[in-house]
């Protein structure tokens, strides 16, 4: 029985990845906001719950680190990186705020926030992305499924067509490391 789930999963990955080439004119702008963003003297925020948590924590470490090249450090925060934070805001406000707080605190005008949830349906998604369009951020979500609540409510929104929640993550990897990709080509060593 094993031996059908690997050449099931790719052909699943490839369905889920090939969803993606109807949105490269999405990707394409997202790709100049963010340029203009980090050109800007501006950050990056990112946020998702669970695996989308990784993927956020990945996005933001690989712009402050390096992705390929030894480009300088762009800005980048996490916001669900700091356990302090967000027991405390969970604490005294809900789990519903967790971004929102972290976005009015840290987010300025023309900062760009990404959100991953892979059901488009994370309400400390949406409180983020309506606190980040009252505060003038740019703002990105990157979803699965059908968008979910978050449909329609970002700047930007990449919809991967995929029902699976693992499909739907390794298509946001790929995605974030295109992104990344194109901002390193700006960003020289």
Request: with cysteine; glycine share 8%; charged share 20%.
């Amino acid at each position: 029985m094993s031996e059908s789930i690997l050449p099931n999963t790719i052909a699943e990955s490839c369905a889920a990845l090939q969803s993606l080439a109807a949105q490269q004119t999405t990707f394409d702008k997202l790709t100049a906001a963010t340029v203009r963003c980090l050109r800007a003297g501006n950050k990056v925020l990112t946020c998702g719950n669970g695996g989308s948590a990784a993927d956020a924590m990945h996005m933001a470490e690989e712009f402050i680190a390096r992705y390929r090249s030894n480009r300088r450090s762009l800005p980048a925060v996490c916001l669900n990186a700091d356990p302090t934070v967000l027991t405390c805001i969970a604490n005294d406000f809900g789990y519903d705020e967790i971004f929102a707080r972290q976005v009015e605190g840290l987010g300025v005008r023309g900062d760009l926030l990404v959100c991953f949830t892979t059901s488009g349906n994370s309400v400390n998604c949406l409180r983020a992305l309506a606190v980040a369009k009252a505060r003038g951020l740019i703002s990105v979500a990157l979803l699965g499924k059908d968008g979910g609540k978050a449909k329609g409510v970002a700047d930007f929104e990449i919809i991967v067509g995929h029902r699976d929640t693992a499909r739907v993550q390794e298509a946001h990897t790929l995605i974030l490391h295109a992104l990344l990709e194109v901002v390193e080509r700006e960003f020289p060593a």
